[in-house]
């Protein structure tokens, strides 16, 4: 087993950080009590942006025509295809009832 080194541990850990930061804003302009029109523009914006990620994922992790995640070259499902797809589907995430009140 091969150990990071210290810069490059460092730079792993700013991406990560930079990741939650974003998320982290996110979450909290969705959650505040109060939206103004200029929140209602950020949220209007923001949420094609994200589903755009999980698209961009799934996509990344969907099967060539072998089975084989074109990605992660395993077995479809891959772990990060199972992933998407338990948490896109989980009856308590409001994907699942969005999608139900369309049909
Ligand atoms: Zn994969």
Known sequence: ?????????????????????????????????????????????????????IRAVWHRHEPNWTGTCRLCLREWPCATARLIHREVMDPENYFTRIHENEG
């Open 1 to 53: 087993m091969t150990t990071l080194s210290p810069t490059v541990a460092e730079a792993y850990k700013l991406l990560r950080t930079q990741i939650y930061e974003h998320l982290d804003t996110a979450e909290f302009l969705a959650l505040k009590d109060f939206w103004s029109e200029d929140d209602h523009e950020a949220l209007r914006q923001l949420v094609p942006d994200l589903l755009q990620v």
